[in-house]
């Protein structure tokens, strides 16, 4: 395999008697627990052909999950099953990223080259995750999964269209009981690209203005294993960046720029006993956020612990309790917040091809109890290589401190919204087709979420009892959320892989804001029917190739499902070639990119042009260990 800048330096030498088996960390948090859920992991050659990108590029391209992104580098957040941006939880090693002000994370932030693993996981699981987590999941890991001896060193620099630059250093060493992994990079790009201004009649060609960004940041982490089954672990991830605001198509000339900077810290214990084993976590999140010279801080404190264990052949349980506090500095106004969550897992496995899960999970946010949140799910094999999944239960979300504390508007007695989900499926694995091996899943499944909080025109009384206009949180619509999801993998053993993916979402407001809205039973505003996307991979010999598309439906930009105030698909085709050098421990990778090869004119979110055809190019070096 082309081994493009790979996120784990030792990768290639799988000696397993140098690994420690117990007590490794798996990628996806509570596992074990999430029957009949469906989830995905990237592909670490994935992760690799976009290490100069961001988590908002890899997951446009490669699932069908779509990004509202007002532009490269700009702020890019989720919409999955059709809910919103505030409806996924973000997880970091375990922690929930998302703000405690805004409630949403902004997926331009997060750099590929700074990921060890990406997981994603489907539908509700408010029982294993906590708040937000309604559309699904994403979980994000930045510590290697083995202690493999030895050190690395790798080096990626990228250069492309527009001013786009990327730099990044990485070093790993591992030596019996302690690890180390240290990453460096930087990204920027003028964004001064070329677009037809569909505005106007002439539609004419312009240069897109103020949109520069940059980013850069460091990922550090340590690792202390005392014993096989015992271990230590301490990850930091400091963020620093800063941008231009595009403005939208037709706009002056734009002033408004932002800088932000993050620093988490993340502190584990996990210990393998006899009877079961307990982990236990410490974090710290803090985000400082510069709009315009405005400050806005907001800063998370969390302790959380569990213990799992074995009850008998056939059954598995875990249980813990999480306490966070939630604190916001701004000059609008300053709160905190305690909430303590209770939660109990529980697997049965009666047969190796059944397996049934009941989750369940409590949390009093300052004083006041959250909506229960249980969940079931079973997986059954039809055949060896059919499996049935079915998974139903309730979700929340809990409001943000914008939602409770902002000055004159905002709602301490907000309502959590809440709801119920079910979704079920087929999945197959390691079908023979066409000489090689296939796994495909398709999914059905229905969402309902109650209390939904929007912001609408409000009036209040103000600081003097005189009426005061603006905007204000209120517990006011339900939205009903139905659709079809399917995937197909293949992977042949001449070097071939495909992959394609396609949902189909329906989300409505079930209810009438007044008397004249239009909007009861119509689509969600930028939330397309369809999103779909695949790819053709050929890699042998060091030699890479990869044709990969995009396509995403309609997206209308009012509650009306009004054709005249919509955006059109758009279909994104884009090509990689690369070749891999290989002397002894040295290998240089190059690899060069073309995207949007049709030139294709689109928007993803109204009046922020994106790029058209442009093109990357980047260089590897990396050098590893001896192999003992």
Not at 158 to 184: C, K, M, P, V
């Amino acid at each position: 395999m082309l081994c493009l800048a790979a996120p784990h330096l030792a990768e290639g030498q799988t000696g397993e008697e140098n690994v420690l088996p117990a007590a490794e960390v798996t990628a996806l948090l509570h596992a074990p627990f999430t029957a009949g859920l469906k989830h995905q992991k990237l592909d670490s050659l994935s992760l690799q052909l976009q290490r100069g990108q961001t988590l908002a590029s890899l997951l446009q391209q490669r699932t069908p999950i779509y990004l509202r992104e007002y532009g490269p580098g700009q702020l890019s957040t989720i919409s999955f099953r059709g809910t919103g941006s505030s409806h996924t939880a973000v997880l970091w090693n375990g922690l929930n990223l998302n703000s405690p002000t805004l409630g949403q994370t902004d997926f331009s932030q997060l750099p590929v080259f700074a990921l060890e693993g990406v997981q994603v996981q489907w539908g509700s699981s408010s029982a294993l995750y906590g708040s937000d987590a309604l559309g699904g999941t994403i979980q994000l890991q930045t510590r290697p999964q083995h202690w493999q001896q030895g050190w690395g060193l790798r080096a990626r620099q990228e250069a492309g269209s527009f001013g786009a630059r990327f730099s990044g250093l990485a070093g790993q060493w591992t030596r019996q009981r302690w690890q180390t992994d240290l990453r460096l990079y930087r990204q920027s790009a003028d964004n001064d690209f070329p677009y037809t201004n569909t505005l106007l009649r002439t539609r004419p060609r312009e240069q897109n203005t103020h949109s520069a960004f940059w980013q850069e940041g460091v990922v550090a982490q340590l690792g202390f294993k005392p014993a096989a089954e015992r271990e230590w672990g301490l990850q930091s991830w400091w963020n620093r960046s800063w941008r231009q605001i595009q403005p939208p198509m037709g706009s002056i000339m734009g002033t408004d720029e932002q800088q932000q900077e993050a620093l988490r810290l993340n502190l584990q214990y996990k210990q393998v006993v006899k009877q079961g084993q307990w982990q236990a976590q410490l974090g710290w999140l803090s985000d400082e956020l510069v709009y315009n010279g405005a400050q806005f801080i907001s800063r998370q404190l969390i302790a959380k612990s569990d213990w799992e264990q074995d009850l008998g052949p056939s059954w598995r349980l875990q249980a813990g309790g999480q306490w966070s506090r939630r604190q916001a500095t701004n000059a609008n106004y300053e709160a905190a917040e305690i909430r303590l969550e209770s939660f109990a897992l529980l697997r049965w496995q009666p047969h190796s091809r059944w397996t049934n899960t009941f989750t369940i999970r409590q949390v009093l946010a300052d004083g006041a109890w959250a909506p229960l949140a249980p969940s079931l799910g079973s997986e059954a094999g039809l055949f060896s290589f059919l499996t049935l999944k079915a998974a139903a239960g309730r979700h929340y979300r809990l409001p943000t401190l914008n939602d409770r504390f902002w000055p004159w508007f905002g709602k301490p007695e907000l309502k959590a919204e809440q709801g119920w989900h079910a979704e079920g499926g087929l999945a197959t694995n390691a079908l023979p087709l066409f000489g090689g091996k296939a796994k495909a899943e398709a999914t059905r499944y229905w969402l309902l979420i109650d209390d939904w909080i929007l912001w609408l025109p409000t009036v209040v009384p103000g600081p003097d009892g005189e009426p005061l206009s603006g905007w204000g949180p209120r517990n006011i619509q339900q939205v009903y959320s139905r659709g079809w999801e399917g995937n197909l993998d293949w992977q042949h053993a001449g070097g071939w892989s495909l992959g394609t993916n396609a949902a189909y979402t329906r989300t409505e407001n079930r209810l009438a804001l007044h008397a004249f809205d239009r909007t009861a039973g119509r689509q969600l505003p930028f939330t397309p029917y369809w999103k779909a996307g695949g790819w053709l991979r050929w890699h042998r010999k060091g030699w890479l190739a990869e044709l990969n598309h995009t396509y995403v439906g309609r997206r209308f930009t009012t509650g009306e499902e009004d054709p005249f105030n919509s955006l059109p698909p758009f279909w994104l085709l884009d090509l990689s070639a690369g070749k891999q050098l290989q002397w002894r421990r040295h290998s240089v990778s190059l690899l060069l990119q073309a995207r949007n090869v049709l030139d294709h004119q689109y928007q993803n979110y109204e009046r922020r042009p994106m790029p058209g055809r442009h093109y990357n190019l980047s260089i590897t070096y990396s050098i590893l260990s001896p192999t003992p």
